[in-house]
C-alpha cells in the first residue's frame, strides 16, 4: 500500500453534530498547526540558514503583513464555512461529512492551505531569510502532493460526480478572476 493510499484512510467525515464543537476541534486544530508549520519550523528553518535575502526593507513589512492577514482571513471563513455547511473540521479524522463548495471555496479549491502557505510566504518576506523562503517552498510543494495524491483522490471517491463537477468548476489553486465558480 502506499503512502497515498494509508494517508487517504486516514480521512473520516466527522460525526460531530454541535457548530461549537466543531468549532472547538477547528481551533484546537489550529493552535497545534500554528505552532508547529507557522512558528517552529520557520524559525528552525531559519536558523538553520540565516542568510539574508535583498528584499528592501519597504517591501516587507508592509506587505507581508497584507498577505498574512489576508491568510488568515481566508483560513478563518473556511473553518466557519467547514464547520456550518461542511460538518466538519480540518482534522483528517473529523473531514467535513458535506461536499463544500461555497464562500470562499467557490473561488478555489483549497482556501485553507492557501490561506496556510500565504501565512507562512509571507513570514519569509518578512524576515528575507533563505532558510524561510526555502521552507515556504518546501511546504508548499509539500501542500501540492498532499492535495493531488491524498486529498483529491479521497474526495472523489467519498462525494464521486458532485466533487468532479466542482473540480472541473472551480481551480484547485489561484482563484480565476470575475465571478466564482
Known sequence: MSLGETLRRAIR????????ALWAKSLLNAVLFFAI???????????ALPQAL????????GPAAAIALAGFAIWLAC???????????????????????TGVFAWTRNPIMLGELGIVWAEALHFASLGVALYAFALS???HRLVVHVEEPELRERFGQPYLDYCRAVPRWLPRLGRPG
Do not use: H, I, K
Not at 535583498?54 to 513589512?61: E, F, G, K
Open 141 to 143: 510543494a509539500v501542500a
Open 37 to 47: 508549520f507557522m512558528a517552529a519550523l520557520p524559525w528552525l528553518a531559519g536558523r
Open 54 to 61: 535583498p528584499v528592501p526593507a519597504p517591501l516587507r513589512s
Open 13 to 20: 467525515p466527522s460525526t460531530t453534530r454541535s457548530t461549537a
Open 79 to 101: 473553518l466557519d464555512t467547514f464547520s456550518r455547511r461542511g460538518r466538519g473540521t480540518p482534522l483528517p479524522a473529523d473531514a467535513p461529512s458535506q461536499l463544500v463548495t
